[in-house]
Structure formats: C-alpha cells, structure tokens
Nanobody
Framework: VQLQASGGGLVQAGGSLRLSCAAP????????MAWYRQAPGKLREGVAG???????NYADSVKGRFTISRDNAKNTVYLQMNSLKPEDTGVYYC??????WGQGTQVTVSS
C-alpha cells in the first residue's frame, strides 16, 4: 500500500505548513489515519490521529497549533501546522494506524 505524503519544507519559526497524505480509497475510508514524526536522534512519536468519523487526538506538544483533518471524498488526510517551533523539526510520516506507513516528508523549522 502506498501512502503519498507531501507538503514538507523549510519554514521560519512562527510560520505554517500543511502536510497532505493520500491513501487508496479501499483502506482510507474505514481506518484511523495518523501523523507521526521523528526528530534527529529521537524515537518516532505520534503527533495526531483522526478516526473515520472525524474524532481527533493530539500530542500535548502540538495541541492548539496543529490541526488534523480528512477529506473522505479525496482519500486524503491533512496536517495543518501553525506557530511552528524549531522543536517541530523532523521527518513527518502519515500512517493508516496500526497497518501501513507512508514515506516521510521533511519539515525543518529555523529559529
């Protein structure tokens, strides 16, 4: 299963980025979708998740700054990241929770 993540880049602290991840419709509609990230030298950590019904959860470190959403018609999950901080730097991965991983997209926040 191929998950296509996009939208990473280099941004200054306080800026915004929106990540997108498309998945095959056969697995997208009924599964929890999630974003994870891995900073240099650190373990991968969960950032946000969203159920098929739209319920969301967030890591404490991103609450109030990041918003996860999904467009079931486009089989796409998004991560809107605002007020970015240097500590948000890392490789961001989308996932079909517990099943499949996408390739990562690099997010770099400069101070």
């Amino acid at each position: 299963v191929q998950l296509q993540a996009s939208g990473g880049g280099l941004v200054q602290a306080g800026g915004s980025l929106r990540l997108s991840c498309a998945a095959p419709g056969s697995i997208f509609s009924s599964n929890v979708m999630a974003w994870y990230r891995q900073a240099p030298g650190k373990l991968r950590e969960g950032v946000a998740g969203i159920t098929s019904g739209g319920s969301t959860n967030y890591a404490d470190s991103v609450k109030g700054r990041f918003t996860i959403s999904r467009d079931n018609a486009k089989n796409t999950v998004y991560l809107q990241m605002n007020s970015l901080k240097p500590e948000d730097t890392g490789v961001y991965y989308c996932a079909v929770e517990g099943k499949y991983w996408g390739q990562g997209t690099q997010v770099t926040v400069s101070s």
